[in-house]
């Protein structure tokens, strides 16, 4: 039981450039969201799933999609990086009522 | 008024003390709370569930004043291995982000020998 696994650990991209961070859960939850966290803004939610099919925006959307098509995975794609979006970026999953599970995280920098 | 508010400290504590701090939340529906932890560039880890009644796991006690809107997280005997951020989460139902969660945005301990 792996629970859940992002990839990559890191990353370094150049402006303009796109890319895909990678999430994957094996608990069957419903629920799984992407944070980014910077310094001194605590956890800020970018997108969510509540279920295969259905994604929804969180608080910071601007810049990123996402899409849901198995219960198990749940990739974040940054479609033209800025240096704005260099952060660390954790997903999350979990059974709807219940505690969230968090991967270790992406450290994902922007020159 | 933000929706979860913590002391963002840092809080520094000898090792052996007892610390607590506080987190405020501010929709008076909200159903569920639990404090996380986060090491220093790490990933949250769930600490303890916060339940009405209060409850204790080892050296932490957790307890919720729903009448206030607080909950507490209570570190006895402290440990060079407490120091982390910890994150104050609630749970409401009529609105937030995923599942309704939203989190405060921590509040930092370091203990020290």
């Known amino acids: 039981n792996a629970g859940v696994t992002q990839t990559p650990k890191f990353q370094v991209l150049k402006t303009g450039q796109s890319m895909t961070l990678q999430c994957a859960q094996d608990m069957n939850h419903e629920y799984m969201s992407w944070y980014r966290q910077d310094p001194g803004m605590g956890l800020r939610l970018i997108h969510y799933s509540v279920g295969a099919g259905i994604t929804d925006q969180g608080e910071v959307p601007n810049g990123y999609n996402v899409s849901r098509s198995t219960t198990e995975d749940f990739p974040l794609r940054l479609l033209s990086a800025a240096p704005s979006q260099t952060s660390v970026y954790f997903c999350?999953?979990?059974?709807?009522?219940?505690?969230?599970?968090f991967g270790d995280g992406t450290r994902l920098s922007i020159l | 008024r933000k929706e979860v508010e913590q002391d963002p400290g840092p809080f520094n504590v000898p090792e052996g003390a007892t610390v607590a701090f506080n987190c405020t939340y501010s929709?008076?529906?909200?159903?569920?709370f639990f404090w996380y932890r986060q090491d220093c560039r790490k990933e949250p880890k769930l600490l303890m569930s916060?339940?009405?009644s209060g409850n204790e796991d080892g050296r932490f006690t957790a307890q919720l004043n729903r009448a206030s809107q607080y909950i507490s997280l209570l570190i006895r005997d402290s440990k060079l291995s407490d120091s982390a951020t910890y994150l104050c989460v609630v749970r409401s139902y009529s609105g937030g982000g995923a599942d309704g969660l939203t989190f405060g945005k921590g509040t930092h301990l370091i203990i020290q020998p």
């Open positions: 929709n008076s529906a909200s159903q569920s």
């Open positions: 916060v339940y009405s």
């Open positions: 999350a999953s979990s059974y709807s009522g219940q505690p969230q599970h």
